[in-house]
């Protein structure tokens, strides 16, 4: 069985400061991560994936990811947010790409200006 | 290439009425998979649909149902509507081909309310 936790439900932070999003997942068996970011009242666009190879994963949009095997972690980050990141982002493991994905709680981020 | 369409986008059912959510695939995707997203928290997988047939189900009763068509678009049918029914599904297509599965993409959802 998988999980994940994103251990933080709220984000507060100010326009142009950086944001870290954590996210842990627990797994028997190799997984593919996903960040998934939800504006309100959408569905979910693919921010970032890890599948295999460089361990840092980056977005057009500014946004990296970090996958830690050892500490069974993806954490989200963006040096400088903009009012526009203001969403609800998802972390999501799943055994293959396109397969049953678990999803953690979700993070809702609110850029203040 | 056209995105994952899903109908309709809100609808308001009576409890124990039965209810159908559509799916249309993104062109060249072959597999749809099926989530609910309860108020304020995250997606919850239903159920996936390949080559016409259930691949998979999480941990939902059999009156979540659905189908495939050849065309790849899919429903969602659920009987016996519950009040915790209440949520806004996500339907989501990948390709699967020689045995790889492409990342998902997911469409806007049907935001279900049950009164």
């Known amino acids: 069985a998988q999980s994940v936790t994103q251990l933080d439900s709220q984000v507060p932070v100010f326009e142009e400061a950086p944001v870290e999003l954590r996210c842990n997942y627990s797994?028997?068996?190799?997984?593919?991560l996903f960040w998934y970011v939800q504006y309100p009242n959408q569905g979910l666009q693919l921010l970032l994936k890890?599948?295999?190879?460089?361990?840092l994963v980056e977005s057009i949009n500014g946004f990296e990811a970090e996958f830690n095997k050892s500490q069974t972690s993806f954490h989200l980050r963006k040096p400088s947010v903009h009012i526009s990141d203001t969403a609800e982002y998802f972390c999501?493991?799943?055994?293959?790409?396109?397969?049953?994905?678990?999803f953690g709680g979700g993070t809702r981020v609110l850029v203040k200006p | 290439e056209t995105g994952v369409t899903q109908s309709p986008t809100h609808l308001i059912k009576t409890r124990g009425q039965q209810v159908t959510l559509r799916c249309s695939s993104q062109s060249g995707h072959n597999t749809v998979s099926w989530y609910q997203q309860a108020l304020g928290q995250g997606p919850q997988f239903i159920f996936q649909y390949y080559r016409e047939e259930e691949n998979g189900r999480g941990n939902f009763p059999p009156r979540f149902s659905g189908l495939q068509f050849p065309n790849y678009s899919s429903e969602l049918n659920v009987n016996a509507l519950e009040l915790d029914d209440s949520a806004l599904y996500l339907c989501a297509s990948s390709l699967v081909l020689g045995g790889a599965n492409t990342e998902a993409f997911f469409g806007q959802g049907t935001r279900l309310t049950v009164v």
């Open positions: 797994s028997s068996v190799s997984v593919y």
């Open positions: 999501a493991v799943g055994k293959a790409a396109g397969n049953k994905l678990t």
């Open positions: 890890y599948l295999s190879g460089s361990t």
